[in-house]
């Protein structure tokens, strides 16, 4: 009797352990990304204004460095800079932000690789303005 409680026992912990194995617990979400990431290289450097379709200067200059944005409306830099780099299908993009204390507080800065009249340019696109930028020789 004693030997059919402890076979009974071993089949069904084996069954148990071969159905666990069979179906796997389900993945986690991949990590968020870090808001303290660097800007890509492909978009640092100074750029200068192309066209606008909002209130910008003719002339005003944008620059970009690993962890600084500075433009016209503002500069955002090390702890207040926030990086999120997307990339959907056919579409990369960098957004810059302003945050305070690890959470967005600014507005989107969404900033895209493009040509403007076959030069390199950045498409810049702030609430319902765009502007492109062409990169300063």
């Known amino acids: 009797m004693l030997r059919n409680k402890v076979m009974t026992v071993l089949a069904v912990s084996a069954l148990g352990l071969g159905f666990e194995g069979l179906i796997q617990a389900p993945q986690p979400a991949a990590a968020k990304q870090s808001v303290y990431q660097k800007i890509p290289k492909r978009y640092r450097g100074t750029w200068k204004l192309k066209h606008s379709t909002g209130r910008v200067k003719k002339g005003s ?7 600084v944005f500075k433009s016209d409306f503002g500069t955002y830099k090390d702890k207040q800079l926030g990086v999120h780099i997307g990339k959907k299908v056919g579409k990369k993009y960098v957004s810059v932000f302003q945050i305070a204390n690890g959470k967005q507080v600014g507005e989107y800065n969404v900033l895209r690789r493009t040509h403007y009249k076959n030069r390199v340019a950045l498409k810049w696109t702030f609430n319902t303005s765009t502007a492109y930028y062409v990169k300063a020789k």
């Not at 200059?61 to 962890?67: F, W």
Request: aromatic share 0%; charged share 45%.
């Open 61 to 67: 200059q944008l620059k970009i460095k690993a962890r």
